[in-house]
């Protein structure tokens, strides 16, 4: 069964204090892990796709990363619009239909 | 440009009350799906539609029935509300691996 844990559940920083949220996973086989960002009653949105251990991808003060069991999102300098849920969720070759598997999130706080 | 636009934004029902959430994506999408997010649970798939006039169970389907009436609506219909559906539920369809989600409907079942 694919499994997705997100650590830590919470996280307080400063403004331009820089950081990483973790995303480990099982999966019988990794079709894409995916990073989404969610703000106070509104729906996920997209941030990221990777496919294999070693790729990176970014965007503004946001960089993932993967490898064989995890995934990172790095936030550098961040800045209090940074403050949202950020998800992580895999899809495993033996889902069809492009289903995915979501953690719990992390919830992050940016204080100014 | 809409995107995935779901209806209604809030509701609140009676146990025993039935209803229908409803969820359309002017993307020209395929695949649609329906999620409920809960505190501490995360997001779990409710049903999906890979294409249309197809459906599928997902992780917790008890409790719900789905309707994919065209390429654009995917519906979510509760027979007999519980105090357990509480919840919010999420609408989302899918482009090459991109999950593109609705803004939810807030549900509370008394």
């Known amino acids: 069964e694919d499994q997705v844990t997100q650590s830590p559940e919470a996280l307080r920083l400063q403004e331009g204090e820089s950081s990483s949220l973790n995303c480990s996973y099982t999966?019988?086989?990794?079709?894409?892990l995916f990073w989404y960002r969610q703000d106070p009653g509104k729906g996920p949105e997209f941030l990221f796709t990777l496919y294999s251990a070693g790729e990176e991808k970014e965007k503004e003060r946001l960089k993932a990363t993967l490898t064989k069991k995890e995934s990172f999102l790095h936030i550098t300098a961040p800045k209090p619009e940074d403050s949202a849920t950020y998800l992580c969720a895999v899809q495993g070759l033996n889902q069809g239909a492009q289903k995915l598997v979501f953690g719990q999130g992390t919830r992050l706080t940016i204080n100014p | 440009n809409a995107g995935v636009t779901q209806t209604p934004k809030f509701q609140v029902l009676k146990t025993g009350q039935s209803m229908t959430l409803q969820c359309a994506q002017d993307m020209n999408h395929n695949s649609m799906y329906w999620y409920r997010q809960d505190p501490g649970m995360g997001l779990r798939l409710i049903y999906y539609s890979a294409s249309e006039g197809t459906t599928d169970k997902g992780e917790v389907p008890n409790g719900y029935n789905v309707s994919r009436l065209n390429k654009r609506e995917f519906s979510l219909r509760l027979e007999s509300a519980a105090p357990s559906q509480t919840s919010v539920y999420f609408c989302?369809?899918?482009?090459?691996?991109?999950?593109?989600f609705g803004p939810g409907t807030r549900l509370t079942v008394t």
């Open positions: 999966v019988s086989g990794l079709r894409g």
């Open positions: 989302a369809s899918i482009l090459a691996y991109e999950q593109y």
